[in-house]
């Protein structure tokens, strides 16, 4: 299968890289990025080609990921499916929700896969989180994702950036629709770069989730309160915890002891993310299915995102700065 990457930024060129791994699955044919020194720079590290225009790039290959800025998403992507060419487009799926369902209904009448790069569902620590809260009645969760400004970042919206991330974690774990939503935030320069929001899911469950682009530290990190026990989970460290509820136990002579808080500490398998994201996109395409996270799974994930913004947009000028 010959795949291609349109976009040559650092997450392009992590695409590149991990897909010249995959040598078993597809063979990487070349770039497109609208500065073409750039894809010529890109190109000749892996040995491709820089190609001038986009429908030569897609002319050439059965399937590309998007790695353009999100206000890009749709055009390319529409050009890709006219093309028949196969898509996995990072999140944000495209700036609007509109947009995101006719992306979506093109691809499907054009019998075409579209996937979207939530990658932390692919993440190892998520995947044994699904296996730990199979067994756990939820009550709540709480969930960090810090960065510090940069250059790169200072024309982003935190929520779209960020938080989505944790929206789509949210919604691929607990697997509920959610009830209500709340969000209050700060601006600066009339973008949200520091966000909270409490989104209450089907079964009570409450969420909040905390995303900002002006902290000093980068924090990735998550707490999910069960009827049995207290979960840390660490997505940077790859580290989870869980602080069990001291109960009485009864020994063999019948004599009773009080047993204290029993922590266990999981010991989370090797394994790339963008590998296994790649991985997955290139198997649904092989084997004609859908892949783990669909155009419809953005989509839903979008529209918890478009909504908080709005709030926080919409909210109190106190809240702003």
């Not at 890709?80 to 929700?97: D, G, Y």
Request: proline fraction near 2%; include cysteine; charged fraction near 25%.
């Amino acid at each position: 299968m010959k795949v291609g990457v349109i976009g040559t930024g650092k997450m392009g060129e992590n695409h590149l890289r991990m897909y010249s791994t995959l040598i078993n699955s597809c063979q990487p044919i070349g770039v497109y990025d609208i500065d073409y020194n750039k894809a010529l720079e890109i190109a000749a590290k892996y040995n491709l080609k820089a190609y001038r225009k986009l429908s030569d790039l897609l002319n050439n290959v059965n399937a590309v990921s998007i790695t353009t800025p999100t206000q890009t998403h749709f055009d390319i992507g529409v050009e890709c499916i006219k093309h028949n060419v196969h898509v996995l487009v990072e999140k944000p799926i495209t700036t609007s929700l509109e947009q995101a369902n006719e992306l979506i209904q093109l691809a499907h009448d054009s019998g075409v896969i579209l996937q979207v790069g939530h990658i932390e569902v692919f993440n190892p620590v998520v995947k044994e989180l699904e296996k730990i809260l199979s067994n756990e009645k939820i009550v709540a969760v709480d969930v960090h994702r810090l960065s510090q400004l940069d250059n790169r970042t200072t024309s982003w919206d935190v929520v779209y950036d960020l938080m989505i991330h944790d929206i789509y974690i949210l919604q691929h774990l607990l697997n509920k629709d959610i009830q209500q939503i709340f969000a209050l935030g700060q601006t600066y320069n009339n973008v949200i770069k520091h966000a909270i929001g409490l989104l209450e899911f089907e079964g009570g469950i409450i969420t909040q989730l905390t995303s900002s682009h002006v902290t000093e530290d980068r924090v990735r990190s998550m707490r999910i309160i069960t009827t049995k026990a207290f979960i840390k989970v660490d997505f940077l460290e790859k580290k989870i915890e869980i602080s069990r509820s001291p109960k009485f136990c009864s020994d063999q002579l019948n004599s009773y002891y009080n047993q204290q808080s029993l922590v266990e500490i999981i010991s989370i398998p090797n394994g790339n993310a963008l590998r296994l994201e790649l991985q997955e996109f290139i198997d649904s395409i092989s084997t004609n299915r859908e892949p783990k996270v669909t155009g419809e799974d953005g989509l839903k994930a979008l529209k918890v995102a478009d909504k908080i913004s709005r709030l926080i947009l919409n909210s109190d000028p106190k809240f702003k700065k």
